[in-house]
Structure formats: structure tokens, C-alpha cells
């Protein structure tokens, strides 16, 4: 089991940034791919950034070139710098790992088998 743990959302204004902070404990792997989600209420969860073991990341194309996703594996963080943030990042940000060290599909929600609780931020 992995057990994942957010933290550094809040409230930002807009063009403004946040960084967030996944630390990840028990039967972690630093080949496996982890990833940032976030969801707004009554929408579907989305994929933002990935990143495999070697480091190469991917993002969804609404955040590219501002969002930054990056691990330190000797401490197991996963992190998420958020820059010139806009309005419509607001959202419930989930940090979420699989099993497989493979990058591809890594988007899809149901490719992720651990899951955090989230943390909020706010963009006005």
C-alpha cells in the first residue's frame, strides 16, 4: 500500500503562484509514474501533469508552460509548481501514483491505484 499526502493549496491571485506537495509513504516505488489531478464540483477529474521514473513529464495542454511537476525521490515528495495562475485553476488538487513505471495513457484516471485526499486552491 502507498499512502499519499498533500498540502500547500490555498488561496492565490491570479497571475500569482502555489506549490504543491505530495509526500508519499509505504511500499512506494521511484520508478512508478505519479501524477497531479484536479476536479471542480459536478465536473470529471482530470490529469494535469505525470511524471515517470526517469523524469520525463507530461501536461494536459491547459497548463503547459506553467505548471511545473517534479520528485525529489530520496524524500518521496511529489511536487507541482503552479505559476501565472488563472481563475479557471480553481480546483481540488489530487496527487495519485500507479504500479507501472510506463508514462503513456497517464491521464486516465482508472491508470492510478493510490489516490490523496487533496488539497483546495483558489485562484480570484
Known amino acids: 500500500q502507498v499512502q499519499l499526502v498533500e498540502s500547500g493549496g490555498g488561496s492565490a491571485q491570479a497571475g500569482g503562484s502555489l506549490r504543491l506537495s505530495c509526500a508519499a509513504s509505504?511500499?512506494?516505488?521511484?520508478?512508478?509514474?505519479m501524477a497531479w489531478f484536479r476536479q471542480t464540483p459536478g465536473k470529471q477529474r482530470d490529469g494535469v501533469a505525470a511524471?515517470?521514473?526517469?523524469?520525463?513529464?507530461a501536461y494536459a495542454d491547459s497548463v503547459k508552460g506553467r505548471f511545473t511537476i517534479s520528485k525529489d525521490n530520496a524524500k518521496n515528495i511529489l511536487y507541482l509548481q503552479m505559476n501565472n495562475l488563472k481563475p479557471e485553476d480553481t480546483a481540488m488538487y489530487y496527487c495519485?501514483?500507479?504500479?507501472?513505471?510506463?508514462?503513456?495513457?497517464?491521464?486516465?484516471?482508472?491508470?492510478?491505484?493510490?489516490w490523496g485526499q487533496g488539497t483546495q486552491v483558489t485562484v480570484s
Open positions: 495519485a501514483a500507479r504500479d507501472s513505471p510506463y508514462i503513456a495513457y497517464w491521464y486516465e484516471r482508472a491508470q492510478y491505484r493510490y
Open positions: 509505504g511500499a512506494t516505488d521511484s520508478r512508478s509514474v
Open positions: 511524471i515517470d521514473g526517469d523524469g520525463f513529464t
